[in-house]
């Protein structure tokens, strides 16, 4: 059995790298057998990878590699920095229509990459932030993130009333 050390390594350098499968299996020290049941056995962790490749290729990065934007993907908060607003909180009011753009179908129920200086390049991870459609829809390019900060607060207090109205039907059936 292949360490978790070698699985995680063959996920990236497949699915988020795109290396040829010989070089994969040069790197990791591994033979075609093992690298075709890696594959096999690892089916939901490539496609979330490709995922992630996905919105690497999306932003269209000048000088971050994809591991580096992995990195910044893993680390950084999955909630808008504006509203606090999660996917999870996003769903629970999809699911009970206490969301009511129409835009939904493209946007909205994931989070967006966002720059907080929007003049900056996405190049620079360290002003690159997790942000709700709706905080990014407002802030445009005309706020700076200090001037939008008030605004997040006031959706943030919208966003909580709506769940808590959705608890707390809940909680009296
Ligand atoms: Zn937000």
Redesign the pocket.
Known sequence: MPSEEIIKEFVIKIALEVLPYSQVANDLNIDRKTLSELERNNKLALKEMALIRQIYIRKKFQTVTPREFLAWYTSTPRK??????TEEDIQLLVSHKQIHTKRLSTRGKTLEIERTSPNLPYDRLDNLVY??????NAKTDEFSAAEFQPI?QV??MI?SRRIKAIKETNDSR
């Open positions: 808008c920095v504006y509203c606090d607003f942000c709700c459609y709706w905080c990014n997040g959706l943030k966003w």
